[in-house]
Structure formats: C-alpha cells, structure tokens
C-alpha cells in the first residue's frame, strides 16, 4: 500500500469514527495561494477582479513553510498551487517545485496559471507536471483581452504551441469560464484546443461574490442554458472519437433575473464596469473573523450522531487551503480565514481547535456555519461515495439506515451517489 492510498484509507476511517483532531491522517488535497502577486485584472477574478481592489502589499508563503509541507506532499492526493495569485511569478517557484519532485509531488500536481509566463521557464523545469492547466475563456482577440484584462491573445497563444511542442507528453488542459460574453464561442474554443493538441478542456462556472457587479452581469442565467447546451452538443458531435477529454463543471443554479443575453450590452457594461474604482476587498470578505464562519460549540459538549449519518462537506477532513498571508481554510469556495498558520506551522493548523470544530459540525448538523449552508460548490461531496462503501462494511448498515445532512442543496455531483441512498432522500 502506497502512503497516498494509506493516507486516504485513513481519511476515510477518520470520518467513520469521527475523528476530529487532525491525527487519523493528513490533506488528501492541499492548496496553495503561493504569492498574491498578479499580472493581469481579469474581469471576475474574486481576488483582484475588476470591482476588487488589487493587493498593495505582495505577500507569498515563505520557503520554510514549503518545506514544512513536504511531508504532506508524499500523502496527498491532488495538489494545486494556484490559489490566489498567478503561481508563475512565485519568486521562488523553481524552489517549489524542486522540492515537490524530491517529496513526489509532480505527479499529483495540477498547476493552473494564466499563460502569460510560461516562456519564462524551461520545458526540463515544468517536466512531470501531472496536469499544465492554462485559463483560456476566448479564442477571439478582443474578448480574450477584454476577461483577461493585461494578458496579450498571440502572446499567451504562442505560449501554448511552443509548450506543447516541447512537451509532446505532457497533459496540457484549458480551463473556460464560461460567462455571458463567450457562450456563442465554446464551440470555437474547443476547436482552436484540438487544433493545438490540448488533452483535456473544462468548462466552469463564473465563480465569485454575489456583491460583484462583474459576476452579477457575466454569471450564466437560466433562460442562457439552451444557448450553452447546443455548444456543448456541438462538441461532443465533434469529439465523437474522444481525442480529447471535455469536462463539464457549470453548475446550472437556476438563477434568472429576466435580463437578455445582449453580447454587445454586456461588452460596454463590463468596460464600464472596468473603469470604474473598486469596491470590494478579498481580505476583507475572508477575514478571520467572519461571522457567518463560526461555529459556537462549547469546549467539552458532546453528542453522539447517528453512526451512519453522512457529513454535511468532506473538505475539512480532506483538505487545506494556505493564502500568502499564511491564513489557512478549510477548502477553494472563499470559505475565509479558519485559521492562521504563523507561529504554529501547518501541522499545528490541521491538529488545532479551528479544523476541529468545524469537522465536529460536519456530522453536528446544528452548528454548521451559516456560509456552509449556503455552498453550491461541486466539491461539497467529494469521497461521498468512498465513505458510504466505508459503511457498508458495518455489519449493522442498511440503505435505510443512512441520515441525510437537512438543507442541503444537491450539487451537480449529488447525482452520482443518488444509487446509494435510500429512494426518500434521493
């Protein structure tokens, strides 16, 4: 048995037997804000989008805290380093990377940048990278320029043949977003990525705060399914022999606010939009002391849920996310600061009351934190179907046996483990 696939048995025991201490095994994910330093201003970016003021102060996880994760590499199972700034312009992203090869972490890796750095780094460097995931939202020049405000279309597209020329075996992957102002292009997109040899494309969700104008205008309306559907369809007539792998993550919310999909009137508004000062702040949003992340569970209260209940999110049990400031969350969907790792170090962070708590709620359904009970994240469940087969081993389990976390919203995911409930709660 490997230590990954040891490590995630024992993540998946540790849900089982409510271990909630951090000790039964380490991130099965871990996610890495390495520096919050950008080159771009890309229109929804929730960090430094155009109603988000960009960063003043650069900030970026030291070194020594790398090394400390070290371990954590060997175990994990997905590793992402591109959680807040572009990764490339880490100041010691070569360091990083050395160090993720020597502790076996290039093979999990899937490192997601803007394309506009790649020829700042040798193909030998980038080598034995699980995944290269390169953010392309248009193959048209202006609306490519316009999303991803700073970046240069023939620059970032020269970027791409030239990497993948000189890494004829590398998995290289194209992330959409798929918004308002390119649902007619996927089609296009998916084409100009074949023609390149990109391996794999996904398409997701505009993603940020309901307080952002630009997410207001850009995130996809029911009455604009249709429209996204017969592109996809599209594709899919056209990728009949599978030469590449498309994912869909949109996650259809039933949003719908009557307003038609104008491609011109959306265009002028987002430029007005760009003009404008900004008025939101990540940090700000994601303070540490974000009241609807708190989670009032006395010291020394306890309760004894059903032991076939299922927990209401896997991520604190699964994952880690670190931003530059080394404030620590327990998963991608802009959770806030759960945590800080300065002067306690990570391990502390993962073993400390924070995590703990938060991972007591899980299978306490009446402390979970207000903004958990509002997550749409596709990743709300991931491992579900692990831990329900983790059950199953229980002489005592019956499908009727398993209790359903109240409240919850189904993401597209829920669909997959609707087999393994019972037919009342599916």
């Known amino acids: 048995m490997t230590m990954r696939t040891e490590n995630f048995e024992n993540f998946i025991q540790g849900m089982k037997k409510r271990t909630c201490d951090g000790s039964s095994n380490s991130p099965v994910q871990l996610m890495l804000g390495l520096t919050n330093v950008c080159n771009l201003h890309c229109a929804f970016c929730p960090y430094c989008g155009f109603c988000m003021r960009k960063t003043e102060q650069p900030e970026e996880i030291p070194l020594n805290i790398v090394e400390e994760l070290a371990p954590y590499m060997e175990n994990a199972r997905f590793i992402n380093p591109s959680g807040r700034g572009e990764p490339l312009l880490y100041r010691n992203f070569k360091n990083f990377l050395e160090i993720c090869r020597d502790h076996d972490g290039l093979q999990v890796m899937q490192l997601i940048n803007n394309g506009t750095q790649l020829h700042r780094f040798s193909p030998e460097m980038l080598r034995d990278i699980n995944v290269i995931c390169i953010s392309v939202d248009s193959v048209n020049k202006e609306t ?38 390119n649902i007619a292009e996927l089609y296009d997109i998916f084409c100009t990525a074949r023609e390149i040899g990109i391996n794999y494309i996904s398409f997701n969700d505009v993603y940020g705060f309901e307080e952002d104008r630009t997410i207001q205008l850009l995130r996809l309306r029911k009455s604009d399914y249709a429209a996204v559907e017969r ?157 329900i087969e983790a059950l199953k081993q229980d002489k005592d389990y019956t499908i009727e046996q398993l209790t359903i976390p109240p409240r919850f919203t189904p993401p597209k995911a829920w669909s997959r483990i609707r087999r393994s409930l019972p037919k009342s709660a599916a």
């Open 144 to 181: 490519f320029e316009l999303l991803r405000c700073g970046a240069h279309f023939e620059q970032v597209m020269e970027n791409i043949t030239n990497l993948r020329s000189s890494l004829p075996s590398a998995v290289l992957q194209w992330n959409v977003v798929v918004n308002r102002l």
């Open 231 to 387: 592109q996809l369809h599209r594709i899919n007539e056209a990728n009949k022999d599978s030469q590449m792998f498309v994912g869909n993550l949109i996650s259809y919310d039933g949003f719908e606010d009557q307003i038609p999909c104008d491609t011109e009137a959306i265009r002028q508004e987002l430029l007005q939009l760009k003009s404008l000062p900004p008025y939101l702040d990540f940090d700000e949003i994601n303070s540490e002391d974000t009241k609807s992340r708190e989670i009032n569970i006395r010291d020394g209260q306890r309760f004894n849920p059903d032991k076939f209940a299922l927990p209401y999110c896997t991520a604190p049990f699964s994952t880690m996310m670190i931003y530059p400031n080394l404030t620590v969350a327990p998963c991608c969907a802009d959770f806030g600061a759960l945590d800080s790792a300065r002067g306690k170090g990570v391990h502390g962070v993962w073993c400390g009351k924070h995590f703990k708590k938060l991972r007591y709620a899980m299978f306490h359904y009446d402390f979970i934190p207000d903004f958990c009970k509002g997550c749409s994240s596709f990743a709300r469940y991931e491992y579900i179907n692990e831990y």
